[in-house]
């Protein structure tokens, strides 16, 4: 079976691989993030006016460069349940993102179900996240 976001991953960090790193005048990795984003964190202890606890999101990084693409038919297995990812969102090496951080794009907020960090044979080269559409 082809897996088409495997393949577009691929091509992409091939491409990138070839991509000479002390050439100034190519392009650069950073310059691809033509996207913003905001990245959110859990805080955790907010209370309702119940005194239940409520989930609240502060802002962990704002304004972040970085780049989205839509994958199709990608489905992770989170424990016992297949999810399928809405976005494929690619960010900087020095972004530290969880599974448990949410991302706000174009003002929707998607779910982080997988991160992964890619390296390129020096060290780490940017980060990817498979990311859920948030149904409120």
């Not at 091509?11 to 993030?33: H, K, Q, T, Y």
């Not at 839509?70 to 992770?76: A, F, G, L, R, V």
Request: charged content about 25%; glycine content about 6%.
């Amino acid at each position: 079976m082809f897996d088409k976001v495997l393949f577009d991953a691929v091509v992409f960090n091939v491409w990138l691989e070839a991509i000479p790193r002390d050439d100034p005048s190519v392009v650069s990795f950073r310059s691809l993030l033509i996207n913003r984003c905001n990245i959110q964190r859990y805080v955790p202890g907010a209370l309702d006016e119940y005194g239940h606890p409520i989930r609240t999101w502060g802002n962990l990084l704002l304004d972040e460069p970085c780049r989205w693409s839509t994958p199709k038919n990608t489905e992770i297995k989170a424990g016992i349940e297949i999810v399928i990812a809405d976005l494929k969102l690619f960010l900087r090496n020095n972004v530290g993102i969880t599974e448990k951080d949410r991302v706000i794009l174009k003002g929707r907020a998607y779910e982080i179900i997988s991160v992964v960090k890619r390296q390129d044979g020096i060290g780490l080269h940017h980060v990817e996240a498979l990311l859920k559409t948030v149904v409120a």
